[in-house]
Each structure stands twice: as structure tokens, then as C-alpha cells.
């Protein structure tokens, strides 16, 4: 009995109906179409659904008449019957040869390749199977996650790859269409090892038995399957994997660790058991530690405590400032600081120069040297003034020479304070711009007479001069020893006196034992000696001021001296914490 | 060519002052002749030094840079210094007060000042490098050289600290006499070399 099957919703319809009973879809025409021809049929595969798609929703409603789809071979093989008694129906009204049992002839074959061939059913039913495994893998997604990730810990390819994974099995959750198409690396691994390449699995031109890939993972999981390397690995990565496993063998395994290992999993497995270990080596350890480290270092309260010790030196150094000027105003102005004892030891040479000083005659000639600038007058004045006050005698003839520019004034200026000066004959020889030239022009200026050079108010050379002694008022060492090496060698008979400051006095007293100096007094301390001579001097008052002022100077650099000492500590661990 | 000529005048300045030493009378007026032309050169160096550093704040005035101001305050006290050393003399009251109370008080603070740079100069040097030898050292020997300067421990009635201190005392001395004679040594070397014209200091190589 022929009938006509409605292309649209597979309903039976009358053979003359023109619409279908069912979704009323237009029937004309179909009987011209349904009708293949016998060479068509013996020449090609059915194939109409891999040609088109969109066959499939009707040979699923009519495959859906006879029963449910089996997954297991019986079913398979039904599922050929079905889809056999279908097509019989489909096409029972065409023109093929009948057996005697009434079956058709195509039916007939096919139930022949069934019974040969698995999958005889091609490829609607591999399609089904594939649509099927797709649905089982997304039953087993969280158990096929873990299984992937134990496979990535175990390779050593950390969590990224696991996020990566779940990425993947995410978006194959969310749509299979897509995963068929692209799989995720722990797939074709396993692919791999199982020896079956993506195409092929596409195609499903593989042979599916009971070997499945679930039976597979699961005869995995119970240890009855045992892990085989991946074919075709990197070898540098390999080599990589195996220095890296060498720091776990040292410590953890005496025989070394293996590509992958054998885990034992049971039903009580935590997702800690499941973490990715990472093999860590030292150096990468060491940043690590350097980065948690700085970390830390940059989340502590470094900064206020930087800002407190900024404050806490402010306010020493303004108390230590006011110490200061108040000790030093006290004993200035007041006479506050108490007397230290004080011996008046004298200085080297000091008899000497004292009983040279005490044997100049009442009409005897001097010559006095400036070589000391306007800042030291105070102190070149505190040294000088008592022995040029025992020295000089009213009377005397003192000829001045400078070197410096303002000598002259300072040494008239110096004069002035010294008793019975007021019939001194002050000669000013003038001002020669270095002590080598004038030295030298002294000496030698006795042959020649005034000349472009002369000491200005000369009229006769020094070297005809009857000096009784030379003083040497100077704050220069460089100075002090030109004058001493040219006087001391072109007027030898001359004795020469050095008046200078207290920096200047350790490297001009080795003339004095060498001889070429009769006597050498320096700074304050040598004053003090002087006072003793009975000078009309506020010593003890500038003394006990300089000894405050020295107390406070050895008290400051002391303190200073540990600050700094912490503050460079600080500097050192900084400087220490920047280059790690 | 230019080289021979410096040198036979060095050689010749060099030989004559050396003999002077030796032949004082035959060859002072030679040398006072060589002093006086040594004295207005570095003179005239002076003056053309001063003439430059004049020159430059004339610039910096006309040409209203920055800090014209004390430059004008720089050249009125020196034009006010010149005319007033030009035309009164040495002795005479005024110009001397005003030397004396002008620049024996700047004097002294700029030297008030450099004490204090120096001691915190001799406080960074452990801010720097810290506890070395360099460092302990210097400031072990400044306390010393306080201390004893200080006079607090200088005693007629402790012969020992007297003898500790004498000894302490001539440390520097041996210090000095050492750098005395380095020095005396090195300008004996220095003088051969410019005499033999291995050293050229006055040009060229």
C-alpha cells in the first residue's frame, strides 16, 4: 500500500492527499521525489542524511515510531531494523524486486551489513553514538577535570593549565558542538596515548568497543591501567621536567621520580590531594622569599618611624646649639665656667726664647714679618703681644715686611698695644706678593741698592741691618717655612722667633729642634704661658672659655659621632635592601 | 723653536739664582734684575686677575643676570677701596680703620665657619664609610689633640701625665718632620727634572 510520508513531520498520509493530516505542509510533487531510481540505489550509499542535515528531525520522528535508540550493540543493531522497517515503509511502494518473504530487497542488504559490520547503520548512527559519549562525558565533566588535573600536576604544568582546562570543559559544557570540534589538551593526550589521532575519532573511523575512553579513564583510576609517556613529547621539555625532579629526588625519593606516578585514588580523595605540586627550585625559591619579603617590607610602618628620627636629631641638635652658645656666653661674659687646673707647663723652648728676648738692647733693630691674614689678628695678637711686649724696648728700630696685603696694618695695629711704643722707628719695608720673592729680596738687596723690587722705605739693606732678631708672625705653614729657609740661610746670625697660630705650630716646630728657630710660641695654650710674665692680659677669662669651648667641641663630635654612626647603619641596610 | 728658547731661559734663570748662592757679589745684580722682572709678572698677573673677575660683574650688571645687584656692591667697594688705597697712604687713620673693621670681622667668621664645616665634615666621614680604620682613627686623633690642647690634664703635681702628655706631644712632630723631609726631597727631584728638561711646566710638553 503506498502512502505518502510528510517531509516536514514524518506523519503517514494518504497517496492521493495533497497536504499533510498532520502539520497541513504541501504534498505535491513527492511522489516523483521519493521515488529513487533501482540504479541509484545499487550504485550509492544511502546517504541522505550526511548530504543533509536537515533529514535528520524526520528520521528521528520516524525512528522515535518504532522505540528509544540503544546505546549497546543489540540496540545498534535494532536500530538498523528500525531504521530498515522505516525505509520499508518510506519506500515500501517502489519499484524493487521482493523475496518471497515480502522484504525488500535493500532491506535485505542492510540487515546483511548489519550483521557484518558493527556500525553498518553509517553515519546517522555514529553521530548518535558521538552526540551520546558527548552527553556521558558531560555526566563524568567533574570527574574528567580531576582526572585532567592529576595529569597536569603530575606533568608539572601548574594550576594555569588546570584553569585552562576548566575554561575549556566550561565552554564544552556550554556548548558540544564547539568541543567536538576543538578538544582540550588533556584529551589528546589521553588521545594519544591511546593511540588515536582527532581526526580519526571525528570521523569515528576508530574502532569502538568496550574499550571506551570512560572505561579508560576509569580502569586508570583503579590502577588496572598502566600510565604510558605521551608519544611524541618535547625532549626539552623532558629534560627540563627530569633536572627539576632531581631537587625532589634528593630529598624525597633515593631512586628518582618519574615522568608521571602512580596515584592511588579511593573515594575519600580531598581536592588537597588533587593540588598541583610545583617543583620549586632554590633560586626561584629565593625571589620568591626576596619578593615576599619586600612585600612585607614595603606594607611595615618604616616611614613615620624615619619622620620620628628626623625629629628626634632636630630637637637634639637645636638643645645641643643652645648648650653650646650658652656654656660659651657664660664663661665669656661672665666668668661662669669654674678654673680648671692648670699647670702653665711651657711650651719647647721657652727659656730659650725667653732669656733671647730678655738679652735685646735698649737701641737695637728688629725685623717683624706679616705673613698672617686679617681673620687670625685676634689670635697672631694673643700669642704675640706678650713676648713683643718683653722684647721690645723703647727706642728700638723695628722694620716691617709683608706678605700679605694688609700686613702692614695689622702688625702697626698689633704695636699699638704693646707698652712704650710710642717712640718705636716703625720702618715699613712694603709688601712683596710671596714670601719666596720677599725673602729672597731681602737678602740680596744689599749689593744693588733700590731697585724696581725694593722694600720701599728702605735705605739700607736688611743685610746691613744690625737686626738683634727676626719674628715670624705668620698662619701659614707654606709661608712660615720660606721665610725660615731663606732667612735662616742668608742671615744665619740672626735668631729667629716664629709667633704663629695653633694649626701652623706642629709643622714648624721640627726648626725649632733643628736650631733654625730659636723659639716657637702657638695659639692660646702658649698665652696662657705668657701670662705668666705679668702682661696686663684678661687670660683667664679667654681661658676658661676656650677650655668650655673645647669641652663642648670633644661633647659634639662624640654625639655626632654615634648618629652618624646609627644614621649610616640605616644608610647600610637601605643601601642593603635596595641591591637585594 | 719656541721650546729651545724656554729652556735656555729656564736653564739660565735656574744657573744664575743657584750661583747666587755660591758668587753673591758677582751675580746680585743679575738676580735682583731677575727678582724685579719675577715680581711685576706675578704682579701683573694679579692685576689682570682682578681685571677679569671686575670684567665679569660689569657683565653680569649691564647685562642684568642674576646676582647684579651684589656685583654692583662688588664693584662700588672696590672702586671705593682702589681710589681710596690709590690716593690715601698706608698710614693714615681712616683707610686703616677701614681695613681693620671691615675685613678682620669677615675674616674671622669665614674662618668661624670653616671650623664648623670641618667638624661636620669629620662627623660625615662616619656617615659615610662608617667605623674604619680612616675614619676612628681621624677622630681619635682630633679628640687627642683637643684634649691636650685643652689644658685639662697639663699638671706640675702629675709627673706622669706630664710624660704622657710630652710623649703624645711629639707625635706630630715626628709626623711633621716626616712630611718635611718627603717635601724637601720631592722639590729636590721636582727642580732636577725641570732643570734637565724633563719636566716642562712652562708649555707645550
Keep these: 500500500m503506498e502512502s505518502l510520508i510528510c517531509p516536514n513531520c514524518g506523519a503517514e498520509n494518504e497517496p492521493t492527499a495533497k497536504r499533510c493530516k498532520e502539520c497541513n505542509a504541501l504534498l505535491v510533487g513527492l511522489h516523483k521525489e521519493n521515488k529513487p531510481s533501482t540504479d541509484d540505489l545499487k550504485g550509492k550509499d544511502i546517504n541522505f542524511l550526511a548530504n543533509n542535515d536537515q533529514d535528520l528531525p524526520g528520521l528521528l520522528h520516524a525512528l522515535k515510531q518504532d522505540g528509544d535508540i540503544t546505546t549497546d550493540g543489540g540496540g545498534v543493531a535494532g536500530e538498523g531494523e528500525g531504521y530498515a522497517s522505516r525505509e520499508d515503509e518510506a519506500f515500501g511502494d517502489r519499484d524493487l524486486s521482493m523475496d518471497e518473504e515480502g522484504i525488500p530487497e535493500w532491506l535485505q542488504r542492510i540487515r546483511k551489513r548489519a550483521k557484518k559490520e558493527t556500525d553498518a547503520a553509517g553515519e546517522i548512527t555514529q553521530k548518535l553514538s558521538v552526540t551520546q559519549e558527548n552527553l556521558a562525558e558531560d555526566k563524568l565533566e567533574t570527574h574528567d577535570r580531576s582526572f585532567a588535573s592529576w595529569i597536569e600536576s603530575l606533568r608539572g604544568e601548574g594550576s594555569e593549565n588546570e584553569q585552562e582546562l576548566e575554561t575549556t570543559s566550561e565552554k564544552t559544557h556550554g556548548d558540544d558542538a564547539e568541543t567536538a570540534q576543538k578538544d582540550p589538551g588533556w584529551l589528546s593526550k589521553i588521545r594519544k596515548v591511546k593511540g ?24 586508570l583510576e583503579e590502577g588496572r591501567e598502566p600510565i604510558q609517556p605521551i608519544p611524541g613529547e618535547n625532549a626539552g621539555e623532558s629534560v627540563e621536567t627530569e633536572s627539576d625532579e632531581k631537587v625532589v629526588t634528593d630529598t624525597d625519593s633515593p631512586e628518582g621520580v618519574d615522568l608521571t606516578q602512580k596515584i592511588t585514588m579511593d573515594g ?116 704675640a703681644l706678650p713676648i713683643l711686649s718683653e722684647a721690645i724696648r723703647p727706642g728700638m ?37 710671596s714670601p719666596g720673592f720677599a725673602a729672597y729680596d731681602i737678602v740680596n738687596i744689599k749689593q744693588v741698592g733700590p731697585g724696581v723690587s725694593n722694600l720701599i722705605n728702605s735705605t739700607l739693606p736688611v743685610s746691613d741691618m744690625d737686626l738683634d732678631g727676626a719674628f715670624i708672625l705668620t698662619d701659614s705653614y707654606e709661608g712660615g717655612r720660606l721665610w725660615i729657609e731663606q732667612l735662616s740661610a742668608r742671615l744665619p746670625q740672626v735668631p729667629l722667633y716664629l709667633l704663629v697660630t695653633a694649626q701652623v705650630s706642629p709643622m714648624l716646630l721640627p726648626y725649632q729642634e733643628s736650631g733654625q728657630v730659636v723659639g716657637v710660641a702657638a695659639g692660646i695654650a702658649d698665652s696662657l704661658v705668657m701670662d705668666s710674665l705679668g702682661n696686663e692680659l684678661e687670660m683667664p677669662r679667654l681661658w676658661r672659655a676656650y677650655q668650655a669651648g673645647i669641652l663642648m667641641l670633644i661633647a659634639a663630635i662624640l654625639v655626632g659621632a654615634i648618629f652618624s654612626l646609627n644614621s649610616f647603619r640605616v644608610k647600610k641596610m637601605d643601601g642593603a635592601d635596595e641591591l637585594e | 723653536m719656541r721650546s729651545i728658547l724656554a729652556i735656555i731661559i729656564l736653564l739660565s734663570v735656574a744657573l744664575i739664582t743657584l750661583g747666587g748662592y755660591l758668587f753673591e757679589d758677582f751675580l746680585a745684580p743679575i738676580l735682583v734684575l731677575i727678582v724685579d722682572w719675577g715680581l711685576l709678572i706675578l704682579g701683573t698677573t694679579l692685576l689682570m686677575g682682578i681685571g677679569y673677575l671686575q670684567k665679569t660683574h660689569i657683565q653680569r650688571l649691564f647685562q642684568s643676570q642674576k646676582g647684579a645687584f651684589l656685583s654692583a656692591v662688588i664693584l662700588l667697594t672696590f672702586s671705593f677701596t682702589l681710589i681710596s688705597g690709590l690716593i690715601l697712604p698706608l698710614q693714615n687713620e681712616f683707610f686703616s680703620q677701614l681695613i681693620l673693621n671691615i675685613q678682620v670681622p669677615v675674616e674671622a667668621s669665614l674662618l668661624a665657619v670653616l671650623a664648623v664645616v670641618m667638624f661636620s665634615a669629620s662627623l660625615r666621614i662616619i656617615h659615610t664609610q662608617g667605623v674604619n680604620l680612616l675614619s676612628i682613627s681621624f677622630l681619635i686623633s682630633a679628640l687627642i689633640a683637643l684634649v691636650i690642647k685643652s689644658g685639662i690634664f697639663q699638671s706640675q703635681s702629675n709627673p706622669v701625665a706630664t710624660q704622657i702628655l710630652a710623649f703624645v706631644n711629639r707625635l706630630p712632630l715626628a709626623g711633621a718632620r716626616g712630611i718635611l723631609i718627603g717635601m724637601a726631597l720631592g722639590g729636590l727631584l721636582v727642580g732636577l727634572r725641570v732643570l734637565l728638561a724633563f719636566d716642562r711646566p712652562y708649555g707645550e710638553e
Design chain 1, 196 to 219: 588515536i589521532s582527532p581526526g580519526e575519532y571525528r570521523k569515528g573511523s576508530y574502532q569502538k568497543t568496550g574499550d571506551s575512553l570512560l572505561q579508560w579513564l576509569v580502569a
Design chain 1, 268 to 383: 575519600k580523595s580531598t581536592r588537597a590531594d588533587l593540588t598541583p605540586q610545583l617543583d620549586v627550585s632554590r633560586e626561584e625559591q629565593a625571589h620568591a622569599d626576596l619578593f615576599s619579603s619586600t612585600v612585607l617590607d614595603e606594607k611595615s610602618s618604616r616611614a613615620p618611624q624615619q619622620i620620628k628620627t628626623k625629629s628626634t636629631n632636630w630637637v637634639i641638635r637645636l638643645m645641643t646649639s643652645f648648650l653650646f652658645l650658652t656654656v660659651l656666653s657664660l664663661t665669656l661674659f661672665t666668668g661662669w665656667f669654674p678654673e680648671l687646673e692648670t699647670g702653665n707647663l711651657q711650651p719647647p723652648g721657652w727659656f730659650a726664647l725667653i732669656d733671647s728676648i730678655e738679652n735685646f738692647p735698649e737701641d737695637g733693630e728688629l725685623l717683624l714679618i706679616a705673613d698672617y691674614q686679617a681673620g687670625f689678628a685676634e689670635e697672631i695678637e694673643l700669642v
Design chain 1, 397 to 433: 728700630a723695628l722694620s716691617v715686611v709683608s706678605s700679605k696685603p694688609a700686613g702692614f696694618i695689622l702688625i702697626r695695629q698689633l704695636l699699638t698695644a704693646v707698652p712704650n711704643s710710642e717712640n718705636l722707628i716703625i720702618n715699613d719695608l712694603g709688601y712683596v706678593p
